[in-house]
């Protein structure tokens, strides 16, 4: 870390979402956003969020639109609370503008915490005059939205947990410097796509992950075998990459999915984010495997499907999907890359 140009500066940095292949579903500190157990995902290149951010001494209070509108009551404080962490390490105390714009498919209900959160980490650290690493972007994004450290890099990602079974390489002292992403450099990454199916049809609001999955870690009797299969899914996912065993990882995508959402369902009061169209999406995963395609289900705080595929068999198996019964819209993305900057008017 290191101080560069005085304020104001203004700064517009852009991520990419990505899909957990292995999940993050607990916190075991909440009040610093550090997960329970570790993760892997792909960042996807099809879906991203451009975030404008500038600090103005003129301003007095922070202001935050999204997509254009000005975000919600709840949305601020949440976005403002985590400010104060750039503020506090650079030093100053100033107010921000954040203008952040997602470029997903049309209502598609995809969550974009993870790519607003590391777009805003990058925004907002540059226009604050810090230039970080990306593990500490990592982490402070982390501070934000847990799978957003992921976010700060393309690619497949792991990010650990920063627990006793779980840390990084070269772990540091506390917690937070332990809680990180890192990318998982792989030849497997320019193969893998991720079909995205839409499930639309009236769907209700359900509950976001955030609250979800406390509830899960303090109802659900499954919750402590869903921690233990993270850990042991982990190091088996971070095994097949290495092997560039894609069969080896789709088993295990699918498969860890369909364990959080066990826990989740099993938590009381349930927690259902499936729809019927989520049930036709995954027999239609299962007949592409039998049919000797290459295609792995995953869902996350909603009910759309994701199928893990390769560059080979994408087209089919978005053919496929499209014609599911439920699904609105589908798209194919490859790997994506990591946060960056795309414009930094102080650096004009
Ligand atoms: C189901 O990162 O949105 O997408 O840290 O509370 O902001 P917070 O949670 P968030 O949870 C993501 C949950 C998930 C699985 C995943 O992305 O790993």
């Known amino acids: 870390m290191s101080p560069s140009s005085p304020l104001p500066r203004a700064v517009t940095a852009r991520a990419h979402a990505n899909i957990a292949l292995v999940k993050y579903w607990g916190k075991r500190d909440a009040a610093r956003n550090l997960p329970a157990a570790g993760s892997l995902s792909l960042t996807l290149d099809a879906l991203t969020t451009v975030t404008h951010v500038a600090f103005d001494p003129a301003l007095p209070a922070d202001t935050m639109s999204l997509d254009g509108r000005p975000a919600g009551a709840g949305e601020l404080g949440r976005t403002s609370a985590w400010l104060d962490l ?51 972007l990592s982490i402070l994004a982390r501070q934000g939205s847990g799978s957003a450290a992921r976010s700060i890099f393309g690619g497949l990602v792991r990010l650990h947990a920063g627990t006793p079974t779980d840390r990084g390489a070269d772990a540091r002292s506390s917690d937070d ?86 826990a989740a369902i099993a938590s009381r009061p349930a927690i259902i984010y499936w729809q019927p169209a989520t049930l036709a999406c995954l027999a239609t995963v299962r007949a592409l495997r039998g049919a000797g395609r290459a295609a792995w289900g995953t869902m996350d705080a909603g009910p759309h499907v994701k199928v893990l595929t390769t560059a080979a068999d994408a087209d089919a198996v978005a053919a496929a999907m499209r014609a599911t019964a439920g699904v609105t819209e589908v798209m194919i993305s490859a790997a994506g890359g990591p946060a960056v900057v795309v414009e930094d008017a102080a650096a004009c």
Request: glycine fraction near 8%.
């Open 86 to 136: 750039v503020r506090a390490r650079a030093g100053i105390a100033t107010r921000a503008r954040v203008d952040s714009t997602n470029h997903f498919p049309t209502a598609s209900g995809l969550a974009s915490s993870a790519s607003g959160y590391a777009a805003l980490a990058l925004a907002a650290t540059r226009a604050a005059g810090l230039t970080l690493t990306a593990r500490e």
């Open 177 to 262: 410097d332990e809680a990180y992403a890192v990318a998982l450099p792989s030849p497997l990454t320019s193969t893998l796509r991720m079909v995205i199916a839409i499930v639309g049809g009236g769907v209700p609001k359900t509950i976001g992950s955030r609250d979800a999955m406390d509830h899960c870690a303090e109802t659900s009797p499954f919750y402590a075998a869903w921690i233990a299969a993270v850990e042991r899914d982990l190091p088996a996912a971070e095994a097949a990459i290495a092997a560039g065993d894609v069969a080896a990882l789709g088993a295990l995508v699918e498969a860890n999915a369909l364990a959080m959402h066990a």
